[in-house]
Nanobody, 123 residues
Framework: QVQLVESGGGLVQAGDSLLLSCVAS????????MGWFRQAPGKEREFVGA????????YFEDSVKGRFTISRDNAKNMVYLQMNRLKPEDTAIYYC????????????????WGQGTQVTVSS
């Protein structure tokens, strides 16, 4: 029902910044909480951050708190992940995800997923 497409990944050096974008299809984007997750090689997919339907709050995994932030533009069906002061351990495929109404930090709670965008941070 909802198609999500991430973009903005790339190869950067430690300390650099990247802005990831996710565009959603459909007419009900503003009714979905949006999350960002990442998966590094050999590791499980993990929570990065999330924002509720209005973008009125933001929640982050401890390792990125203070460095990453999330914003959304419901008029454009867009959600963003601004990543600052990147570290090599941030290297992963980053995914945006959507779920109806209620924000969550759990992978299992999200039903719509993008294809992912690769972020590689060199030391």
């Amino acid at each position: 029902q909802v198609q999500l497409v991430e973009s903005g990944g790339g190869l950067v050096q430690a300390g650099d910044s990247l802005l990831l974008s996710c565009v959603a299809s459909g007419r009900t984007f503003s009714t979905y909480a949006m999350g960002w997750f990442r998966q590094a090689p050999g590791k499980e997919r993990e929570f990065v951050g999330a924002t509720p339907t209005s973008g009125s709050a933001r929640y982050f995994e401890d390792s990125v708190k203070g460095r990453f932030t999330i914003s959304r533009d419901n008029a454009k069906n867009m959600v963003y992940l601004q990543m600052n002061r990147l570290k090599p351990e941030d290297t992963a495929i980053y995914y945006c995800a959507a779920r109806p109404r209620y924000v969550s930090s759990s992978v299992r709670d999200y039903e719509y997923w993008g294809q992912g965008t690769q972020v590689t941070v060199s030391s």
